[in-house]
């Protein structure tokens, strides 16, 4: 199930959570993943002019996962300190959940207090597509 921040050009760039919910893998996933090349730009060039924002998103301990490139963006060194996020194609997180976690009462407010944890990621990413957050 998704739930879109906003929904821009012909996929899901925007940022959102996805919930997966199956007896084998439950987790829920937040950013954007594939995103269009303008938005990918975007996002990039807002790692490399606002990276205090960015450092702060790597500070709330999120486990950035996703496909990445082979080498660095044109124009950015491969000693440049955030060179590994400038490589990524994706910008993803997920928290996985047990099936005990999934079909307890307390499920909803396990679901909204990871989404809230992963707010940093989807707030930098609104935030350098021009989104309201």
């Known amino acids: 199930m998704d ?15 996805y919930l997966h919910i199956h007896p084998s893998s439950c987790f ?6 594939h995103p269009e090349t303008p938005v990918l730009n975007k996002i990039r060039k807002a790692i490399l002019e606002r ?13 950035l996962e996703g496909d990445s490139q082979k080498r660095p963006p ?3 060194g ?3 300190p955030f060179v590994q ?6 910008f993803i997180a997920a928290i ?7 079909t307890s009462p307390a499920f909803m407010d ?17 935030r350098s597509m021009r989104l309201p957050w």
Request: a positive charge; zero cysteines; proline letters at 4%.
């Open 110 to 126: 396990e679901f909204i207090k990871a989404g809230k944890s992963m707010d940093p990621l989807n707030q930098f990413l609104a």
């Open 78 to 80: 491969p000693d440049h």
């Open 28 to 33: 829920v996933a937040s950013g954007v993943w």
């Open 3 to 17: 739930f879109w921040h906003q929904k821009t050009g012909k996929g899901h760039s925007s940022p959102g959570l």
């Open 85 to 90: 996020d400038l490589k990524r194609k994706d």
């Open 51 to 63: 990276s205090d924002s960015w450092k702060k998103v790597l500070e709330a301990g999120l486990n």
């Open 96 to 102: 996985s959940f047990t099936n005990k976690q999934i």
């Open 74 to 76: 044109t124009g950015v």
